[in-house]
């Protein structure tokens, strides 16, 4: 999955041309664009996912801006079984990381896609009709309810994900939540997880954040690190460290962004916690 640019304009008024050429009553438009306008669109601010696979486009959507705290998207098309659904789901994903919790789509009113959708979690919150080229269109307008994505302290019905992410033994948490445990928490389903222990010369050491497939690139592994700062600076540590590894290296503009420092001698990224808990402090 990846952001459309100008270069894939060509190809995505391929793939539109294509998917909507059997069914026009499902295009939103009195026809799908040529490259030069899907161009332009792109320059001007309009934004598509395109989904790839063997090098190829494989199906592209096009987000909508949210408005009044709702997510949207339509121009929904797939040239490859699955791609459809991946769309759905990365256009979702990006709606939760900019803490929305519904996403809602107008389609035509058929059965056929009316279940497609109603399979994503869709369920149908309105029908009307609407003036369409020379006639009308029946139009029923969907939404799914998005879990709400958190880090939260850790729970006793987290041991096995943790133990499954971490390779810790599950045992210790199912006897209650571990000082300094916390949790990547998409709903019910436990998509990370986070330590920090706090030593007795008042520096923190916060384990490498451990993510689910296909949470990465998100942001989780960042706002997990700063809640586990946040935890240590509440129970007396006075900085923090972070191992800097393949796997943090790439939170570099994130953590630097929020005070961190990057210590290349000592491999870790290093913060101090008093500038931390003073800056929530006037948050507050």
Request: glycine share 12%; with cysteine; hydrophobic share 45%.
């Amino acid at each position: 999955m990846r952001a459309a640019g100008g270069d894939d304009a060509p190809a995505m008024a391929a793939l539109l041309a294509e998917a909507f050429a059997a069914s026009d009553a499902c295009y939103p438009e009195a026809a799908p664009p040529d490259a030069a306008g899907l161009a332009l669109r792109l320059q001007t601010g309009e934004a598509f996912l395109l989904a790839e696979r063997d090098g190829g486009l494989a199906g592209c959507v096009r987000r909508r801006e949210a408005e009044e705290g709702i997510g949207g998207f339509d121009l929904l098309a797939s040239a490859r079984a699955g791609a459809g659904r991946a769309l759905v789901r990365a256009v979702e994903a990006r709606a939760q990381d900019g803490g929305l919790r519904l996403v809602r789509a107008r389609i035509p009113d058929e059965p056929r896609l009316a279940g497609y959708f109603a399979a994503l979690g869709y369920l149908p919150v309105g029908r009307a009709r609407e003036p369409f080229r020379e006639g009308t269109l029946a139009v029923l307008t969907v939404e799914r309810r998005l879990p709400l994505l958190t880090v939260r302290e850790q729970r006793r019905g987290d041991a096995e994900a943790i133990a499954a992410l971490t390779g810790e033994d599950p045992w210790p948490f199912t006897q209650g939540p571990r000082p300094g445990w916390f949790v990547a928490a998409d709903g019910e389903r436990v998509a990370g997880a986070i330590h920090a222990r706090v030593g007795r010369d008042g520096r923190a050491a916060i384990r490498e954040p451990a993510l689910a497939p296909g949470y990465e690139g998100r942001g989780l592994d960042a706002w997990m690190v700063e809640r586990a700062a946040h935890h240590a600076g509440t129970h007396g540590a006075h900085a923090a460290e972070l191992p800097l590894t393949a796997g943090t290296r790439p939170l570099r503009a994130r953590l630097e962004a929020r005070g961190w420092d990057v210590d290349r001698e000592g491999g870790r990224y290093v913060r101090r916690l008093g500038d931390l808990l003073l800056d929530d402090a006037f948050a507050q």
